[in-house]
């Protein structure tokens, strides 16, 4: 099995989570301004990632450029990767490529710990993401604590590009933000982004 065959059931199971499918960790959080850059840019390629609808053009043309502001917030302190195999334990089926790793890092060239942020992009809604997502983030786990990296919080995303709904995963409970946010609120999505990123700096 490899983190795509993964259903939210199925991980669930397999992995004896606890789960808070109502939570409520991002409602708080202060929104980030955008860029004017980021606004142009997406006034431009939302409309194009809609008409095409497959997941490569939301990730190409609206999820890629939202994270590429956030390296920017953070004056490229972290670091972030795109399409990149991520295989941690391949009896568990914690293998495959990942759409997007946000790592707490500025080296590019390759990844290295922690790794605190998964964005998986679908083409339907975020929860047909969410199995895939959460096998992603018990891999990001076990790839901090083999690098001797503490981190308590893992975070993820499941998004179809306009639409955003987040994850956290604190050992074995996952906690899913019942909140989805659609790209028109990309400050509250960025301030949630960016608010994930400072929790562990």
């Known amino acids: 099995m490899a983190y795509s065959n993964f259903t939210i059931e199925e991980v669930l199971k397999a992995f004896q989570l606890e789960t808070d499918e109502a939570a409520d960790f991002s409602s708080k959080i202060e929104p980030v301004s955008p860029s004017a850059h980021l606004t142009t840019a997406l006034a431009k390629k939302v409309p194009l990632a809609v008409a095409i609808g ?6 190409e043309l609206i999820v890629t450029d939202v994270l590429v502001e956030l390296r920017e917030k953070f004056e490229d302190r972290i670091s972030i990767f795109s399409g990149i195999d991520f295989s941690v334990d391949v009896e568990k089926g914690l293998t495959g490529v990942c759409d997007f790793l946000v790592s707490l890092s500025p080296v590019q060239f390759y990844l290295e710990a922690p790794i605190i942020i998964l964005v998986e992009a679908k083409r339907e809604n975020p929860v047909s993401g969410f199995g895939q997502c959460i096998a992603e983030m018990l891999a990001a786990q076990r790839f901090n604590a083999e690098k001797g990296n503490e981190i308590t919080s893992i975070y993820g995303a499941a998004t179809t590009g306009t639409m955003w709904q987040f994850l ?8 899913i933000d019942k909140e989805v946010y659609a790209i028109g609120q990309c400050d509250k999505i960025l301030g949630i982004l960016a608010s994930m990123v400072e929790q562990q700096v």
């Not at 497959?54 to 990730?59: F, G, N």
Request: charged letters at 30%; aromatic letters at 8%.
């Open 54 to 59: 497959t997941e490569k053009a939301s990730s």
């Open 168 to 175: 956290k995963m604190e050992g074995q409970q996952l906690y």
